[in-house]
């Protein structure tokens, strides 16, 4: 299985939200702020509760920028709607585009990046430059938070095997894969036979 890099970046300005996020093999929860009690502690620090154990202020804005390729879009947008329903007084601010690196290497160097991002396409960010500069954040509390579509379950938990694990780095998540591509060879059986090969198994 091949999986394609997404990245989260980590933003100075505010805290990183997490939007939650349905793909065909992965459902994932809420937001991701920074952590501390169920008070607020500053203007980007909510009240934590069941229905938002990451502390998410009602009203923060979402800049979501996502590489719209072969799977285009609509995955992010129909997540983005579940955020605003969720947070009905937040703005998100989506964009869809071919060049994530062009456009957003300025930003990430200026500290200013968006609070999502798909890093795909052939024109990305390069993903070991951004973990090295330590510009994404560790998607521990997101993996940790109860699921959207079952409270009793983390998000961790949904996620296929080796998800995490490619997303780590230093011990921190900071990317999350949502989709896999399977690559496959045909061969001739009867080929194979004839001159007495075996077949391959690793």
Known sequence: MNP???LRPYPTRRTLLAIG???PAVTLAACVTSGGDSKP???NQGAKSAQNPLGVPADAALEVVIFKGGYGDEYAKNA???YEQRYPSAKVDHKGIQKVGEALQPRFVADTPPDVVDNTGAGRLDLTTLVAAKKLTDLGDLLDAPSLDDPNTKVRDTLLSGVVEDGTF???VLTLNFTYA???LWYSNPFFVQHGWKIPTT
Do not use: C, I, K, Y
């Open 170 to 172: 230093d011990g921190a």
């Open 80 to 82: 983005e709607t579940l």
């Open 21 to 23: 996020a349905a793909a």
């Open 182 to 184: 399977v690559w496959g």
């Open 41 to 43: 502690t500053s203007n």
């Open 4 to 6: 394609t890099p997404r």
